[in-house]
């Protein structure tokens, strides 16, 4: 059984993803995210940068959420969602690290729209508008990130939190609100 606080984190993240809330995480709820993040950039289809986001959040969803699916159904469910990350606990989630890091590395480059190294709120905003999430969810997650104060998020920050938030169990870990409040 996973931790307490561990099964809500990634509850919130589940309900994050599910886009067009239909109770499912599946590959067209990435699809759109990206086509969300490259219209706010005015990135047409078929031009590079386009296509470099939609790769990654292709990527993301085949590396990350399929296999999850475990009736093949090609939608995963909360209910498969959690078996996943419950079996990668219990089978030891190190080797899985590497990925974590990768998919948040891909989440900062595409939030990086000056390509400076950091994210500062209204990029952070564009994270959760994409996903169709409200707005002052994003100024709460930014500001229990934003340890500083400073307004930005470093790249480091970013991947550290990433990887707290799937592995810490502690309910004040920098990271845990990465994807909103869980409580």
């Known amino acids: ?5 561990l099964q809500k984190k990634l509850k919130q ?9 239909d109770g499912f995480v599946e ?3 990435w699809e759109q995210c990206a086509q969300n993040l490259t219209a706010v950039r005015g990135w047409e289809p078929g031009s590079d940068e386009y296509e470099d986001v939609m790769e990654r959040h292709v ?3 085949t590396l990350f959420w399929q296999p999850a699916d475990l009736n093949y159904d090609g939608k995963v469910s909360l209910d498969e969602y959690l078996h996943l990350a419950e079996t990668q606990r219990r089978l030891g989630f190190e080797y899985e690290m590497g990925r974590v890091r990768k998919l948040f590395a891909a989440i900062f480059d595409t939030l990086d729209l000056d390509a400076d190294c950091e994210i500062t709120l209204a990029e952070y905003k564009l994270f959760f508008q994409a996903w169709g999430i409200e707005e002052s969810l994003a100024v709460d997650a930014f500001s229990s990130l934003d340890l500083n104060e400073d307004a930005r998020l470093s790249r480091a920050a970013f991947l550290q939190y990433g990887v707290n938030f799937y592995v810490n169990n502690e309910p004040n870990v920098p990271g845990n609100l990465i994807f909103g409040a869980f409580e």
């Open 1 to 5: 059984m996973l931790p307490d606080i």
């Open 13 to 21: 993240h589940f309900y994050f993803r599910d886009l067009n809330k």
């Open 27 to 29: 590959r067209s709820d």
């Open 59 to 61: 990527e993301m969803w």
